[in-house]
């Protein structure tokens, strides 16, 4: 009867001290794990590289100028149309469509751009080297913005002259529409407002041309400089791994509940999740073949194995006349992997952070839903182009929504 009340005794204070807290299992990691979570920690995030090919890039009259360039819907066909459009800053800079929205459809998902200014390449297939030139992209395609070169610079002149002028010296005159006119620009000729735009182009000089090149470029740079101001904030996994980091075992706990550490665990272990998403911006802006499905009635993409071309041949790539760069400062465009199986319908994986609160996902919006996406993953099937990396994980139910629930822990605190 003794023995039985010690037991009843010890058992009622375990219980008291687990009901306090006091007893409560703390998670064990070791010391690799923690090495790992410090990589994927904010705090952990370089300080901003610079851009060589953007001397503009860090002056705040330049942000200044791209901020209000960024939002200005004048700059597209229709006047409707912003970089904010497909940008958001209220949906985490994209639009929550599975394909951007512009003047028209496009073939693609718009991508995050808080904390791009990291990476070298921009777009799902690094079609470009620089913020600065994948800003410029989108103003001339015939379904986003839609726009043309003389339009822009005219707008320029128009509404933003002092502004301009003050950043990059002074703006030509574009008021001679016999020199300059109103639309003009080499895109393919017919697509921008049933005016032959190309035609144009090709009457114009090439002293004049180049004229309006340069000011459209530092729109661009303008843009860029601004974007580079757009960085992801601390979230909930961040102030666990500071607890982490900190041995504060109890405010770890009290951060972080059981299945989103589970999650965690799995995202850095068995899930393999950081063989693509690592680094404090949860991607390795490199480019990956993941078995993604392609989307009927849209045309054949293959990805970097298209992307890696175009930016080679891009006009306003790196080693371009119009980079501020020196070639030495342009290594990841000189040492380009450009062909081969691997590039085939590879895509750069975005950054995870703020994932939960983007969907649709991948490069078309093919998953509507987290589950989805890690459906995927667990299953990994033949990929409709080249070669998918996945294997199949065989991680239960229980485990797939474990890692969801994490993933939605790297959401900003707001």
Known sequence: MQKRFIHTAVLLTLTALI?????????AWSDAEVQILQTLWIGNLPSLPSDPSNRFGDDAKAAALGEKLFFDTRFSS???????????????????LPR??????????????????????????????????????????????GGTRTQYVKLIQT????????????????SDTSRFPESAGPVPAGLTNGTD?????????????????????????AIAAYERTLMPSESRFDQYVEAVLKNDSQAAESILNQDEIAGLKLFIGDANCTRCHNGALFT????????????????????????AQQVLADEFN?????SDAAPKDCDELRFILAEGEALMRAYKPPSLRDVALRAPYMHAGQFTTLEGVLNHYNEAPAAPLGHSELEMLHLSKTQLDQIIAFLKTLSTIR
């Open 318 to 322: 790196c080693l371009s006349a119009y």
């Open 284 to 307: 390795d802006n490199d480019f990956h073949n993941t078995g993604v499905p392609a989307i009927e009635n849209l045309p054949e993409d293959t990805g970097r194995a298209l992307g």
């Open 100 to 145: 951007a929205q512009g003047v028209g459809t496009t073939t693609r998902r718009a991508m995050p751009i808080a904390g791009t200014a990291y990476s070298p390449w921009l777009f799902w297939d690094g079609r470009k080297d620089s913020q600065w030139a994948q800003a410029l992209g989108p103003l001339e395609n015939p379904v986003e913005h």
């Open 19 to 27: 009901l306090s807290g006091c007893g409560s299992q703390t998670t």
């Open 159 to 174: 509404h933003y002259k002092d502004e301009y002028e003050s950043i990059f010296g002074e703006l030509p005159d574009f």
């Open 197 to 221: 735009a190309a035609t144009n182009w090709e009457a114009m000089t090439t002293e004049d041309r180049e004229a309006v090149t340069q000011v459209y470029v530092n729109m661009g740079k």
């Open 78 to 96: 229709n006047g409707k149309v912003a970089c904010a459009t497909c940008h958001d800053p209220e949906k985490n800079f994209q639009d929550g």
